[in-house]
């Protein structure tokens, strides 16, 4: 292929002509991949009583939040009013096996701009690892420049989730692995056996692909297997919250105990929403009063509708229900919410205490008796002391950790 027929080619993608019949492989700035280090993925880290599936954790079903012992540790694991046995989920999620083999090619793939279109867009583009793998942005730009219509969320110990994306639509990872790729405006490829020819055309997959599947075949289920794998492995365990559960020498400030104490209390609320060890919502039915309560054994598949707009231009899972996120390094995944509406987290409480609004499908736990919208009550004392809380969940080394970094090094 001549150099003058390559500009072409990438002028006519630019134009939005997106073809699959060309040859496209080689339009690219990035380089091959650096994999001169070993790197073990093959058995994450979960945080203390995180199984690989979603579990209330921590959690004190008489007093409402966990026991804060003295010297500042977190005592015991508590299950919310119900006893989760290994076994009782039965979403993949549960039984990804991740190699080490088929790790590092999923950490390939998920960087390499090749798995779009015209070569301008990775997974990687969207997740970045310095911001726990959300990018910073209200929405993003797809492969073509136009924009999408939801913020992307961050990656946070996503083999403990079976609901996936804002909608909760997917309940795999592998399910989810390659909708982004197939978006036509987040990656453009529609076509996931051009894919397979494509990845199969480029040098440095051959060797990777027959490392992890025993010979060096391309396809749409071993691309899809190896980005689960490595999705599945990015894991988030060393906060100062892990940390102090586990009873390794750090202890809370006064205000972040007093936000700590506030986070799982019956005022704030906000454990009945982000909960277990996970700090997001469970799988399944979402009823955190036991029957009758919130979601009265709705399936709402985590979701809720937080009152963010009267009449909801965007459905989600349906009448503005939106999946209820992790709240791990949420310090450093915002804007914040499914359309990146509000930049800070004093924004996102100030929408508790005043911006909620009586919307028909809004959540019972944020209506009074008479059905009546019912804000938080929360002073600015209050409010600045959740956030401090939830700096204890930021996870530095989880940003920093080579194995989730990019391997296409300029």
Not at 36 to 48: A, G, I, T, W
Not at 129 to 143: E, I
Not at 299 to 311: E, S, W, Y
Request: net charge negative.
């Amino acid at each position: 292929m001549t150099k003058t027929f390559k500009l072409i080619l990438f002028a006519f993608f630019a134009a939005g002509i997106t073809s699959c019949t060309d040859d496209v492989t080689e339009i690219t700035d990035q380089g091959v991949p650096v994999l001169d280090e070993s790197f073990e993925y093959q058995n994450p880290q979960l945080p203390v009583g995180l199984a690989a599936a979603s579990n209330f954790i921590n959690f004190d079903p008489e007093l409402g939040g966990p026991i804060l012992i003295d010297n500042g540790t977190v005592g015991g694991v508590f299950v919310n009013g119900n006893t989760i046995l290994p076994g009782s989920f039965s979403d993949i999620n549960r039984f990804v096996k991740i190699t080490n083999e088929g790790a590092k090619l999923g950490r390939v793939l998920f960087y390499d701009k090749k798995l779009s279109l015209n070569n301008t867009i990775a997974c990687a583009s969207c997740h970045h690892q310095d911001k726990a793998f959300a990018d910073g942005l209200a929405v993003n730009p797809g492969f073509e420049g136009r924009q999408t219509a939801r913020n992307s969320m961050a990656i946070l110990n996503p083999i403990t989730q079976n609901n996936l994306f804002w909608d909760s639509r997917s309940q795999s990872i592998h399910d989810l692995s390659l909708r982004p790729v197939q978006n036509h405006i987040e990656m453009g490829m529609e076509d996931v056996e051009f894919l397979s020819k494509k990845l199969s055309e480029t040098s440095y997959y051959t060797p990777l692909f027959k490392e992890a599947f025993g010979d060096s075949q391309v396809t749409p289920d071993r691309i899809s297997e190896a980005l689960s794998q490595f999705i599945a492995s990015i894991t988030t365990s060393q906060s100062k919250f892990d940390k102090l559960a586990r009873g390794e020498g750090v202890a809370f400030t006064e205000l972040e105990k007093m936000g700590m104490n506030l986070f799982f209390s019956a005022k704030a609320k906000c454990s009945t929403c982000h909960a277990g060890g996970n700090f997001s919502a469970p799988d399944g039915i979402f009823d955190p009063y036991g029957g009758g309560g919130s979601a009265g054994g709705e399936d709402l598949r985590g979701t809720a509708n937080i009152g963010l707009d009267l009449i909801p231009a965007d459905a989600g899972l349906g009448q503005g229900k939106f999946k209820i996120p992790s709240l791990r390094n949420i310090t450093l995944t915002g804007p914040y919410m499914h359309d990146g509406r509000f930049k800070t987290l004093e924004e996102v409480l100030d929408h508790y205490t005043n911006g909620i609004k009586a919307t028909a499908s809004l959540d019972p736990k944020f209506k009074d008796e008479a059905g009546r919208v019912k804000p938080l009550s929360l002073s600015p004392l209050e409010k600045k002391a959740i956030v401090a809380f939830l700096g204890t969940l930021q996870d530095d080394s989880f940003t920093k950790d080579p194995k989730f970094s990019t391997p296409f090094k300029k």
